[in-house]
């Protein structure tokens, strides 16, 4: 998906019984768990103090991510998202809310997700021989002139 980012990816919301209702779009919430936070109930996704599978429960718990995602990001029955700025090794909860045109909404099950990639960027990557060698000079001016110094206080006490 790209640097620091998630796609996410669930099947096309589906009304019963057919034709009752349309999809109007979906929402994508997220939340970043503590470490302490832990999944302790199947029925609750996460903890009863922490439901993240109900409507009320992720517009309590959990942030709306983005504007509404048309059903038109969807393809072949697969509707996909892209998680932006996603902070490296910590641990996401992601679910989506369907909303029908005719008011109704709906959750998914719900995942929890983590983002274990290495940042392998360093200090060092833009450091050019240019910079070396200005630091270079820097560093033999002012040792040159301390050097120089010193030698001045000491004949000027002999």
């Keep these: 998906a790209g640097d620091r980012a998630l796609e996410v990816a669930w099947d096309a919301a589906a009304f019963v019984p057919a034709g009752v209702s349309t999809l109007k779009h979906y929402f994508l919430y997220s939340s970043l768990l503590l470490p302490f936070d832990q999944k302790t109930s199947e029925a609750t996704f996460l903890s009863p103090a922490k439901v ?5 429960g992720l517009e309590r718990n959990a942030v709306r ?41 709906s959750t998914y099950s719900g995942m929890i997700v983590s983002s274990d990639w290495a940042d392998t960027r360093s200090a060092m990557d833009d450091w050019s021989d240019r910079t070396t060698s200005l630091v270079g000079a820097i560093c033999g001016t002012v040792f040159g002139i301390l050097v120089i110094g010193y030698l001045w206080i000491v004949k000027l006490y002999k």
């Design 52 to 56: 993240m599978n109900s409507v009320c």
């Design 65 to 105: 991510y983005g504007s509404p995602i048309a059903s038109s990001s969807c393809e072949n029955g697969v509707c996909r998202a892209i998680i932006k700025g996603v902070v490296p090794r910590r641990r996401y909860m992601l679910n989506i809310i369907a909303e029908s045109h005719r008011g109704f909404n």
